[in-house]
């Protein structure tokens, strides 16, 4: 085979092209920055709402679980609330809710306990009714309400003022 020859020239001229500038590397490095700068907030932001999304489907699945337990095995169910500690218990089954996150309970007075509210399900359908609220660090959150008549679970958002 014929080998071609490369003139020095050709070779030096390589050389320089290979590689960046430290201009370039450093206008690369600075977008880099940007789009990390702007992202990070972002994805905090979204865990802390997946971390609230979440926080709420437990809290409603644990009363709607008691109600239906109530219901379906004819004894009375209790779910324990703790604001001090963000837990939610049923049957010795506690789920802990993010600790960031605010939580009141108004739940009948005489069934309260040590700090807790006490939602009772009973098994003709009823409770004995009350409130969980759940705010975000933001001050936004969302209210579940629990009927006294037919132990019916809903929720309500609500915006910080």
Known sequence: GVMNAVSPAAVSRLKNDSGFTIVELLVAITIVG????ASIPAS?????????????????TTLLSARYKAVNGGKTQDVSINPATNTVRLNGRTTQLPVAFNIVVHAARELNRDGEGVFRFYPEGGSSGGDVEIARPNGSGVKITVDWLVGRVTQEKYAFE
């Open 44 to 60: 905090v932001r979204f865990y802390e709402s997946m971390q609230y999304r979440q926080a709420t489907r437990n809290v409603i």
């Open 34 to 37: 940007l789009v990390m700068a």
